[in-house]
């Protein structure tokens, strides 16, 4: 018993512990629950769940585990019944398996795992899963139709309970499950955690977020954390040990950025005496500094175009100037070259500018340890954080572990001598470091400049190896946009060619940028989309349209408040996590809470509406009565069908590392359960057992919607 339950809810003073079941007790525990809801005095049969809203808290742990449970006549205690449930295996992957064995026995082979495809039969024909005939045809000299005929008759005659009938058309075996095999599977798994798997032993580190200390966070990060907390809860869906890591970029030059426009344009400005979070003060120095860098740069540039004398320019630049200006004159330029130039010379110009020579020096002395540059660079970092932790809350976002860029930059240094004595790097005239990555396909990458100082490749490196040592894991997955592929690519064959244990399991979770109806975003303007304003943007539109569909009757001015919030971050996470990671996207917000749409509001809506339903018919976990005779109307199978397939569809969402696999199957869900509804009533269903059935199907979708929303970071409210 103590395997499942939170000792922390329950004091496991057990009376007694035989092959039947065990007592547990709560006294000490949820005594006021206890007074509030006393629990019945009448022993309830053993296959019945317990109605006693006294002992919620162990009811809910007993259900998560496959558990039965009913009161003992005292009011602390609850005596649970059985063992875990088995792990169940998908009805595909027992076609599959009769498949294999069909074909042992009928023809003395033993098919490879990759030969039996198995997949769900198009809706023209007649079935529900297909077996492809054709990878063992030529194999075994039989024609289609009898080789679908031999297997066929084989799987009716070894296994009727799991398959009706059959049918092969060109080469494609459709199998009919039987009634009974879908109704057994919704009566085993009515448990609340249908779709997770138990421990594998395997680890996985997921990073994410890496923000950086200079700005608030904004869209871009929001498809970042949210890809990243999603995709470490699938992971431990799955089985998984999951460590959620975020490193954040808290130095540099981006950082001083601020810290110098701060001291300059200030006046000792601080979040409170502003009455702004401080990400967003931080943020506000940094636009102003691009704001007097842009105007700097103006007039650097304009005195280099006309061949004026730049202070402090060194003779490279200088030459790489000249060169510019001369390819700049020259007629035969096509406009995207000429348009490279200039950017060239604008980025030179930005360098040369007095403030960017100011903030270079800044670095320098916050290398060097100054102690006022690091009491300012503390101190704006400080509020920088307070801000986050804000943000962070609000988005359901956390780390388990978190890694500072100040701590972690000078790692590294000691893998390149390694590299070096391994003949993996090789050091140029000049003193600087490289690997050559030709034979990969890729060029020569720079590890380690002439002066000796490190560049964010060889950061990372030394990071790779310090995370593996805290944690080692078997995946080290990077949530990282898709401007970085290059980079990652390159991490992964150093760390391969230095023999880094870890090497083989680090993945690139590659993801496109988001966008806005009115264009792409820009820190430097200041025209990004702080996530903190998008936020309050969502909850005024759940309120909006909360209220034109009427949907507010009956809720306190609190209760309200908690389903705004969290209808708009249903809609903000689902609307940025139903599109494939790859894929860069356009982000609108009154399209993403639509509760008739392609959206998270609809599915939560459908949740809510289950929960109603449920409780209406006083549903309480009937599953002691037998509606396996009952005969499977399309609608009725057709969910069933879908419920059914949700272990595998978490498994391959882990596989793709890709949340918008189970963002899609939620919305197929809902969508297909509001048919259903819509066409079989519940209340005035054509008898008992039909009654229960539904009842059963509607209490699994319940259970499939909010453990499928979970994994995507999004609750889902009990009524609406």
Known sequence: ?????????????????????????????????????????????KQQYARNEGCYHIQRRAKVAGLRYFCTPKASSILLFGVKKQIYMQIADKIRQLSGQALNEIYGIEPASGQLTISETKPEFTGDYTLVLFPFVKQLRQSPDALGKEIGEWMLAKAPETISCFETVKGFLNFSVANTCWTHFLMENAGENFGFSPPNGQKVMVEYSSPNTNKPLHLGHLRNNFLGWSVAEIYKACGYEVMKTCVVNDRGVHICKSMLAWQKFGNGATPASTHTKGDHLVGDYYVKFEQELRVQSLVVLSAIMKGLQIEGMDNETKEKVSLLIKRLQENSLSPEKELEIQDALKEIGRNATPIMAEVRDMLLKWEQGDVLTKALWRMMNGWVYEGFDITYKRIGSDFDKIYYESNTYLLGKQYVEEGLEKGVFFRKDDGSVWIDLTADGLDE????????????????????????????????????????????????????????????????????????????????????????????????????????????????????????????????????????????????????????????????????????????????????????????????????????????????????????????????????????????????????????????????????????????????????
């Open 445 to 720: 990458k720079l590890v380690l400049r002439k002066d000796g100082t490190s560049v964010y490749i060889t950061q990372d490196i030394g990071l790779a190896k310090h995370k593996y040592a805290d944690f080692p894991m078997q995946q080290s997955l990077y949530v990282v946009g898709d401007e970085q592929n290059y980079h990652m690519k390159v991490l992964q064959l150093i760390c391969k060619k230095l023999g880094m244990p870890f090497a083989d399991g680090i993945h690139h979770l590659s993801y496109g940028m988001v966008d806005l109806p009115t264009g792409r975003m820009k820190s430097r303007e200041g025209t990004v989309v702080d996530a903190d304003d998008l936020c309050d943007e969502m909850e005024k539109v759940a309120a909006n349209k909360t209220a034109e569909l009427g949907k507010v009757e009956g809720f306190t001015p609190d209760e309200l408040k908690v389903l705004y919030h969290t209808l708009g971050m249903g809609a903000l996470k689902f609307y940025l996590l139903r599109v494939d990671p790859k894929k860069r996207m356009v982000f609108n917000p009154e399209e993403s809470i639509d509760f008739h749409g392609f959206t998270g509001p609809f599915v939560q809506y459908t949740y809510a509406r289950i929960q109603s339903v449920l409780k209406k018919a006083d549903y309480i976990g009937e599953t002691e009565k037998n509606f396996t005779s009952s005969e499977l109307l399309p609608l009725e199978k057709e969910q069933i069908r879908l419920l059914e397939q949700f272990p595998t569809i978490v498994q391959q969402s882990c596989n793709d590392m890709s949340p918008s696999v189970i963002a899609n199957y939620a919305f197929l869900v809902a969508k297909t359960f509001n048919s259903f509804y819509a066409e079989h009533s519940i209340a005035k269903a054509e008898n008992d057992e039909k009654r229960i059935l539904r009842l059963e199907i509607s209490h699994l979708t319940g259970v499939v919607i909010r453990n499928a929303m979970q994994m995507l970071g999004i609750a889902v409210p009990e009524r609406m």
């Open 1 to 45: 018993m103590n395997n499942f339950l939170f000792e922390s809810e329950i004091v496991a003073n057990k009376k007694y512990n035989n092959a039947e079941g065990s007592i547990a007790t709560t006294t000490g525990c949820i005594p006021e629950c206890l007074k509030r809801h006393p629990p019945p005095e009448k022993r309830v049969k």
